[in-house]
Nanobody, 124 residues
Framework: QVQLVESGGGLVQAGGSLRLSCTAS????????VGWFRQAPGKERERVAA????????YYVDSVEGRFTISRDNAKNTVYLQMNSLKPEDRGVYYC?????????????????WGKGTLVTVSS
């Protein structure tokens, strides 16, 4: 059974930091690209960051570039999102996703596996 389980969300003040984790099971994680998406209330889901299977390629949406860092530990089947200098507009449910093809993260749709999300709230 494929699972992506996110953790690390919570309430933080603006300017603070959080580290999200997503642990995978049920598929060969080390051969998959993984990424993070977020969805704020009343808004469409937004692509945040992605990383290929070997950590060679990474992508960040412009609004988080320089503040967020995506990384992975294939030995632990886990992908991380370090979020620094958080802003109120970073709030939302953060979802982890995985697909064999890194290029689908550039499109932002048609991704094979999804987690259920973890809530991030940033107070001003």
């Amino acid at each position: 059974q494929v699972q992506l389980v996110e953790s690390g969300g919570g309430l933080v003040q603006a300017g603070g930091s959080l580290r999200l984790s997503c642990t995978a099971s049920g598929f060969t994680f080390e051969t998959y690209a993984v990424g993070w998406f977020r969805q704020a209330p009343g808004k469409e889901r937004e692509r945040v960051a992605a990383i290929d299977w070997s950590s060679t390629l990474t992508y960040y949406v412009d609004s988080v570039e320089g503040r967020f860092t995506i990384s992975r530990d294939n030995a632990k089947n886990t992908v991380y999102l370090q979020m620094n200098s958080l802003k109120p507009e970073d709030r939302g449910v953060y979802y982890c996703a995985a697909d064999r093809d890194y290029s689908v993260f550039m499109r932002g749709y048609g991704i094979q596996y999804w987690g259920k999300g973890t809530l991030v709230t940033v107070s001003s």
